[in-house]
């Protein structure tokens, strides 16, 4: 089992429409979760962290769920600008590196 | 402020050939790591150094991989002989922290026909 799984899309959606997504993890004992944003053909650069509580960023939204072991990035009245690819990232089973998911492709359309 | 620098961006090599890579980390940042992003296996860490000093390599996949630091502004990944499944975007990246936000250079496009 991948310790990061993330559903590889891609999500077609208009713009203004709000779209989710889900990742989930296998270690347990991850203490750091990150959502990483990655246009085509460049480096990842860091979207948000997620918290326990959840947390909001303008348009998006990061919610934690520890017990079953997911994450999800709500974006919210789509854009064009937003089309790329989303990387949820945890911290490692020995809580010393970063792990990163596969990554999901979001395409917003006129 | 400048971030992370790589070099080159893009390289072309025969197998065989050796290949070295390049990476300038953030001023300040202690924290140094390579990564590896294909299609079928997506960002996978290769080794990552602290002050200088690797830490953890369980992610270069053989022997033909190496990677020095030899200070605090500089690293490079070498690949000797280079194969055609190398072939791959090669990211450097740098932080304060271990877990904390990762910054990552631009990557290097690397082709060994």
């Known amino acids: 089992r991948k310790e990061v799984e993330q559903d590889p899309g891609p999500f077609n959606v208009p713009e203004g429409a709000t779209v989710a997504f889900n990742c989930t993890y296998s270690?347990?004992?991850?203490?750091?979760f990150f959502w990483y944003r990655q246009d085509c053909r460049k480096e990842p650069k860091l979207l948000m962290s997620?918290?326990?509580s959840g947390n909001e960023d303008g348009r998006f939204t990061a919610q934690l769920n520890r017990a079953s072991q997911y994450i999800s990035l709500l974006i919210r009245d789509s854009k064009l600008s937003d089309s790329a690819t989303y990387l949820c990232?945890?911290?490692?089973?020995?809580?010393?590196?970063?792990?990163f998911g596969a990554g999901t492709i979001l395409r917003v359309k006129s | 402020d400048a971030g992370v620098i790589q070099s080159p961006r893009h390289e072309v090599t025969e197998m065989g050939q050796e290949v070295t890579l390049r990476c300038k980390p953030i001023?300040?940042?202690?924290?140094l790591f390579w990564y590896r992003q294909t299609m079928m296996r997506g960002l996978e860490l290769l080794i990552y150094?602290?002050?200088?000093?690797?830490?953890?390599d369980s992610g270069m996949p053989e022997d033909r991989f190496s990677a020095k630091m030899p200070n605090a502004s500089f690293s490079t990944l070498k690949i000797q002989p280079s194969e055609p499944r190398d072939s791959a975007v090669y990211f450097c990246?740098?932080?304060?922290?271990?877990?904390?936000?990762?910054?990552f250079g631009p990557g290097t496009r690397l082709t060994v026909l």
């Open positions: 990232v945890v911290t490692g089973e020995y809580g010393n590196k970063l792990v």
């Open positions: 270690n347990s004992a991850s203490q750091s």
């Open positions: 997620v918290y326990s």
């Open positions: 001023s300040g940042h202690d924290y």
């Open positions: 150094f602290n002050n200088n000093v690797p830490i953890d």
């Open positions: 990246a740098s932080n304060r922290d271990r877990v904390g936000e990762q910054f």
